[in-house]
């Protein structure tokens, strides 16, 4: 038990703890500076010293280590907990990116002085190794959420053999439409309808030509719009509908 109990106050370590907070890059490190306690075991007090000086050390001979992701997902994870909730692909891959990270931290923490087996491990920093010694690796997650979200958090095509063919089957019709279209501008082209340069547009999601309103019933389709002073409507074509 610390007496009194503004003792932090007193001896300012309050302002030291804001700074440290300041310093964090993410919710949950501010919420580990706020939890921190004063301790009067000796044993707690030469291990918390020995992870400074090894991190300090690190820093020091300007070794370059692994940054924890500043992603913060417990808001994620709570949301799921609810049933047939599901995450984002853009969230999985912050989680993704945080599950990396932690196993770059493990690993860099944990690195041996020479080569030997776990029985008889001599960690270059016993004491962060120590602190890190129950970190879970989650390596399946990470293989599924690597075969199911690409680097800009998008689903893959191939994360699912129905996803698959249902883009290939978008990008088939796609390309039907493109040709559709192309022979659509051809003839009007030819007829004199428009111009060479004319090219399609998009109103309301769907693809049109730019037509003289005088030429409008020379070419079939649907009127989606037309401009400011009615002298050109936007038409998509029958074939391409």
Partial sequence: MIYPKDFENKIGFDSVRRMLSDLCSSR????????????????????????????????????????????????????????????????LNRLLAILQSFNEIRTFFRSLKSDQDDLQADFLYPAIAGELADMQSFPGLISVISNAVNKFGEI????????????????????????????????????????????????????VIPVNAANKREINGIVHDESATGKTVFIEPAEVV
């Avoid at 949950?28 to 500076?33: A, I, K, M």
């Avoid at 063919?165 to 796609?174: L, N, P, T, V, W």
Wanted: proline letters at 5%; one cysteine or more; a positive charge.
């Fill in 28 to 91: 949950l490190g501010r919420q580990c500076v706020d939890e921190m306690k004063f301790s009067t075991t000796l044993g707690k007090v030469r291990h918390d010293l020995e992870c400074v000086a090894e991190m300090s050390a690190i820093i020091s001979a300007g070794m370059p280590y692994p940054a924890p992701s500043a992603h913060d997902v417990v808001p994620y994870l709570s949301e799921i907990k609810a049933r047939n909730s599901f995450m984002s692909a853009e969230r």
């Fill in 156 to 207: 893959k095509d191939n994360a699912s053999p129905a996803l698959y063919e249902i883009r290939q089957s978008i990008k088939r019709s796609a390309g039907s439409m493109q040709r559709q279209m192309r022979s659509v501008l051809d003839q009007a082209i030819k007829r004199g309808l428009i111009d060479k340069d004319v090219t399609p547009s998009i109103r309301d999601g769907r693809m």
